[in-house]
């Protein structure tokens, strides 16, 4: 129920002129606050009544009679917020420009009367009373934790919120003020910080598919997930509203590219980063895209990956490759080749970069009597990565250079073989492993020889 209206004694001798009421008070005085001219006393005014006549003193000729209109309907909270929103359409200017100053103060006071009420877990109609409410409980629930992060949200972006279910162009304008705001900040320590709850406001209205922000509200994500007390948000235990909301987004936020989703994901143990990671895959990634994707799925998601994985053991595309030197070459000519086979390299990239698989580079140049001595080729990552998701060590499959990292599960170009026989070699070994998994899997007849039952 909403709070109702008790007058102060200050607030009701007031109204108490306003009405002009004959107990003692002259009907010059009631006149001299309705504008200078007398007229016959109206009885008391109750209700809305009262605030409509406050509401017109907002115009009134002297100065006094408009501030002290607009101070009672201050002290009046919720009860003047319905004439309040109609006066902010009035013809008359001065009404108009009051009305709207007012109803943003007594909005921002009974939200925050609101959310305290609203964090302590009643049973009120919250979808009606805090904007946003209904679809982020749809999205990380309606728990305590969420509670506390939405109040939050509200508190720390009361103007952003308000506006999430009007989605459209003021929605947008004050989300791309914020973030142009931040951005221009960065050169200071303390403006610069966002607030987790900051955060959440921009997951939020990203995730909302009727809003279509920016690039440069994507783009401060990245920056913003590396702040301290972002970071340490994230990384606590337990299940914690942003973490789901942050979930969320890594899942669904389609107009931020896989990769910056992907980096996110594996930076905070986000599973929710599989998909990311395999839309990468499918669109035929390359280069490091491609290899982090791959090592993501091996991190992040489970054997029921395997079959998106195990198409990748037909793709031979180098992603890396090193080269040794024959005995006897001199130091000058060892530069010479290291300078020809860096060049081989960025001319290669370039070239296979925007090229279809077909075209892909399977192998790189070698330099006069140089061989290669490592390379790393997708197969060769995405049988790392398999390994890892059944539970094996690679390197009983001979992958003696793999070497773990902190995010990627491991490190760039260490996946590979010295060799093309023992790659071969791990290939097979893995193959025999599946067609045994397989054959483990099938159903055996009940009766398998001629009819005798086993």
């Not at 109803?103 to 877990?121: A, H, K, M, N, Y």
């Not at 690679?394 to 026989?421: C, I, K, Q, V, W």
């Amino acid at each position: 129920m909403r709070r109702p209206f008790r007058p102060s004694g200050i607030l009701l001798a007031s109204l108490m002129l306003l009405a002009g009421l004959a107990s003692g008070l002259s009907h010059a005085a009631a006149a001299e606050l309705g504008g200078g001219t007398a007229r016959n006393s109206p009885g008391p005014l109750v209700g809305s009544a009262l605030v409509e006549q406050l509401v017109e003193q907002l115009g009134a000729a002297s100065y006094g009679h408009r501030e002290r209109a607009a101070a009672l309907l201050k002290e009046m909270g919720a009860e003047a917020l319905p004439s309040l929103r109609r006066a902010a359409r009035h013809n008359d200017l001065e009404i108009r420009y009051r009305a709207s100053q007012l109803l943003d103060t007594i909005e921002r006071t009974e939200q925050q009367r609101i959310l305290g009420e609203f964090v302590s877990g009643g049973d009120r109609d919250w979808e009606s009373l805090l904007p946003g409410w209904r679809r982020f409980a749809g999205i990380v629930g309606r728990d305590a934790p969420a509670r506390e992060l939405f109040a939050a949200m509200h508190h720390d972006e009361p103007e952003i919120m308000r506006l999430t279910n009007r989605p459209g162009a003021k929605l947008r304008t004050a989300v791309e003020r914020r973030v142009l705001q931040f951005r221009r900040s960065k050169r200071d320590s303390t403006a610069s910080r966002m607030s987790p709850a900051t955060v959440a406001v921009l997951l939020f209205v990203m995730l909302d598919p009727q809003l279509d922000i920016n690039g440069t509200a994507h783009s401060v994500m990245t920056v913003v997930f590396g702040q301290r007390a972002v970071r340490d948000e994230l990384s606590s235990a337990g299940d914690s509203a942003l973490r789901r909301l942050l979930s969320r987004w890594i899942a669904d936020a389609d107009d931020v590219s896989p990769a910056q989703r992907v980096a996110i994901a594996v930076q905070y143990g986000f599973a929710s980063g599989v998909e990311p990671s395999l839309q990468l895959i499918r669109s035929q990634a390359q280069g490091s895209q491609i290899q982090n994707a791959i090592f993501a799925v091996a991190k992040l998601g489970g054997p029921e990956h395997l079959a998106e994985l195990e198409i990748l053991l037909a793709d031979d595309s180098v992603l890396s490759q090193r080269q040794g030197h024959a005995k006897g070459t001199t130091r000058g000519e060892l530069r010479l080749r290291v300078r020809e086979t860096a060049r081989s390299l960025s001319e290669s990239a370039a070239r296979s970069f925007d090229s279809p698989p077909s075209l892909r580079q399977k192998s790189l140049p070698q330099q006069g009597g140089d061989r290669i001595v490592f390379s790393s080729q997708v197969r060769d990552v995405a049988l790392a990565a398999m390994i890892h998701l059944i539970g094996q060590n690679p390197r009983d499959y001979g992958f003696d250079e793999l070497r773990p990292h902190m995010d990627y599960l491991y490190a760039a170009n260490t996946a590979g073989f010295d060799s093309d026989e023992r790659r071969n070699r791990a290939l097979r070994r893995w193959t025999l492993w599946a067609m045994v998994q397989r054959l483990q899997a099938l159903e055996i007849d009940e009766i398998a020889v001629e009819g005798v039952g086993l």
